[in-house]
């Protein structure tokens, strides 16, 4: 069993930038690759970014390539998300996520392969 817990949300101006935290806890955190997600207002939970269990692969959403990005500290059982440029459409809830690090490529990253997920961290960009 893997418990998540993010941190690092908040209320941002546009173009400006924050940077999440996803603490894992309760079971060897470096055989999981690790994904964030996001939920906006009315809208279904979207992959933003994955990093792979051994942290040497990547993975990004299309609507963030080049201003997000997700790196891992293995040692401190700890992945972040960095978000630069924000816009308002980055508005919603960020989620970050855990799946079994047998799985390789960037195919891994789907919700239904997600197997702990944690409750969430709200992130409010204004125009």
């Known amino acids: 069993q893997v418990q998540l817990v993010e941190s690092g949300g908040g209320l941002v101006q546009a173009g400006g930038s924050l940077r999440l935290s996803c603490v894992a806890s309760?079971?060897?955190?470096?055989?999981?690759?690790m994904a964030w997600f996001r939920q906006g207002p009315g809208k279904e939970r979207e992959f933003v970014a994955g990093v792979s269990w051994g942290g040497s692969r990547t993975y990004s959403g299309d609507s963030v390539k080049g201003r997000f990005t997700i790196s891992r500290d293995i040692a401190k059982n700890t992945v972040l998300l960095q978000m630069n440029s924000l816009k308002p459409e980055d508005t919603a809830i960020y989620y970050c996520a855990a799946s079994d690090g047998t799985c390789s490529g960037s195919g891994c990253y789907v919700r239904s392969l997600m197997d702990y997920w944690g409750k969430g961290t709200l992130v409010t960009v204004s125009s």
């Open positions: 309760g079971h060897t955190f470096s055989g999981y690759n």
